[in-house]
T-cell receptor, first 110, second 114 residues
Framework: GEDVEQSLFLSVREGDSSVINCTYT??????LYWYKQEPGAGLQLLTY?????DMKQDQRLTVLLNKKDKHLSLRIADTQTGDSAIYFC??????????FGTGTRLKVLA | DADVTQTPRNRITKTGKRIMLECSQT?????MYWYRQDPGLGLRLIYY???????NKGEISDGYSVSRQAQAKFSLSLESAIPNQTALYFC?????????????FGQGTRLTVV
């Protein structure tokens, strides 16, 4: 079946690293994504990783992909209060639809 | 102007009423989607459309219908609203996979059914 799971909440102190984890089920997904949703706004793409990659780094963001375990993680270095948001993991099996996780609400404490 | 625009942004309606949520996009994308967001459940797909003549049900289409009036417009209707349809609704668009992978979202419509 299609299911993307995430923990619902994460709280970190400003300046620490945040790690948000996700497990997915469809091994045919070509791309895996991280979206960010700020309060009162829609989702915006943060980063994505192609399924033949193990890691992708983009400034403070590091994405790790373990295809064997179907596990995706997003690490945010030097987390800031502006990083407080809901983070969604998503997969895209086939070519037509995106399947989103439950979202992880990140709270950054000053 | 936003690339994906949803109207209204907020709506309160009574049980049994018919309501339409509208979405328009300026991205020129063929693919459009309607999702609903509920706390703890993430985003669930209601309907999606690959082009004007291609409409498909998602995982939770019961109680909803859609209309793709043009490439740029995709509306979602609740024929007879019920309280458990209270949610945040998002429209999204994407290009075909060979031209891009990102989905672009509207700002959302918060619907309350009383």
């Amino acid at each position: 079946g299609e299911d993307v799971e995430q923990s619902l909440f994460l709280s970190v102190r400003e300046g620490d690293s945040s790690v948000i984890n996700c497990t997915y089920t469809d091994s045919s997904s070509t791309y895996l994504y991280w979206y960010k949703q700020e309060p009162g706004a829609g989702l915006q793409l943060l980063t994505y990783i192609f399924s033949n990659m193990d890691m992708k780094q983009d400034q403070r963001l590091t994405v790790l992909l373990n295809k064997k375990d179907k596990h995706l993680s997003l690490r945010i270095a030097d987390t800031q209060t502006g990083d407080s948001a809901i983070y969604f993991c998503a997969e895209r099996p086939g070519t037509y639809k995106y399947i989103f996780g439950t979202g992880t609400r990140l709270k950054v404490l000053a | 102007d936003a690339d994906v625009t949803q109207t209204p942004r907020n709506r309160i309606t009574k049980t049994g009423k018919r309501i339409m949520l509208e979405c328009s996009q300026t991205k020129g994308h063929d693919r459009m989607y309607w999702y609903r967001q509920d706390p703890g459940l993430g985003l669930r797909l209601i309907y999606y459309s690959f082009d004007v003549k291609d409409i498909n049900k998602g995982e939770i289409s019961d109680g909803y219908s859609v209309s793709r009036q043009a490439q740029a417009k995709f509306s979602l209707s609740l024929e007879s609203a019920i309280p458990n349809q209270t949610a945040l609704y998002f429209c999204a668009t994407s290009d075909s996979p060979d031209r891009g992978t990102e989905a672009f979202f509207g700002q959302g419509t918060r619907l309350t059914v009383v």
